[in-house]
Nanobody, 121 residues
């Protein structure tokens, strides 16, 4: 019953800003972490940022200082605020949810369908 739906992608010029939204059908605080990944055309998927229930918020080095991940637990929504966008940020962006580990057993994980971000003049 867990569904993740991304929105907010589109075409922006270099240096512009864009905010992505991930709407989750269940309580996001039941997950250990919510995160964002991206996959550029012809490239492998890469991790971008995450936020845990303990507010541990690491981000990938290439987007550090430009991208900010946040959540609204009342709305079961996760955001990715992207500033100073570059053409190399062009990719399909995916929302990800990770259930907690129990002892040595990894929890389940879930993915959204992705939203396209294109940075071009």
């Amino acid at each position: 019953q867990v569904q993740l739906v991304e929105s907010g992608g589109g075409l922006v010029q270099p240096g512009g800003s864009l905010t992505l939204t991930c709407q989750v059908s269940t309580n996001i605080l039941d997950f250990y972490a919510m995160g964002w990944y991206r996959q550029a055309a012809g490239k492998v998927r890469e991790w971008v940022a995450q936020i845990t229930t303990a507010d541990f918020i690491p981000v990938e080095d290439s987007v550090k200082g430009r991208f900010t991940i946040s959540r609204d637990s009342d709305k079961n929504t996760v955001y990715l605020q992207m500033n100073s966008l570059k053409p190399t940020d062009t990719a399909v962006y995916y929302c990800h949810a990770q259930e907690p580990w129990v002892a040595l057993t990894r929890g389940r994980e879930y993915w959204g369908q992705g939203t396209q971000v294109t940075v071009s003049s």
